[in-house]
């Protein structure tokens, strides 16, 4: 069984940081692209962030020199630095990853998800 747990999330100011991570554990054969999604009150998933296996990152627009995503694939975890955080990045945060368990072929994962807030 797969599990992905996120962790980081919180109230923080506007213009102000966080760092969220996120751990795979569990029977992981291998793990391919791994990624950010946020959800605000009243609206659609939105991807935030994806790294491949290879290390290659995207960002959505909103985003872009602001949020950093980063893996280390020796531990399994995927991390989203955030700065200068806007109001509009209030939501709750995602973790997914596609991943290949040692019982089953591939599969994409989704963490509980973990609340960040940005309010003064």
């Known amino acids: 069984q797969v599990q992905l747990r996120e962790s980081g999330g919180g109230l923080v100011q506007p213009g102000g940081s966080l760092r969220l991570s996120c751990a795979a554990s569990?029977?992981?054969?291998?793990?391919?692209?791994m990624a950010w999604y946020r959800q605000a009150p009243g609206k659609q998933r939105e991807l935030v962030a994806s790294?491949?296996?290879?290390?290659?990152?995207n960002y959505v627009d909103s985003v872009k020199g602001r949020f950093t995503i980063a893996r280390d694939n020796a531990k399994n975890t995927v991390s989203l630095q955030m700065n200068a955080l806007k109001p509009e990045d209030t939501a709750v945060y995602y973790c997914?990853?596609?991943?290949?368990?040692?019982?089953?072929?591939?599969?994409?994962?989704w963490g509980q998800g973990t609340q960040v807030t940005v309010s003064s």
């Open positions: 997914s990853a596609y991943i290949r368990s040692t019982s089953t072929g591939w599969y994409n994962h």
């Open positions: 569990g029977s992981i054969f291998s793990i391919n692209g």
């Open positions: 790294i491949s296996g290879g290390g290659n990152a």
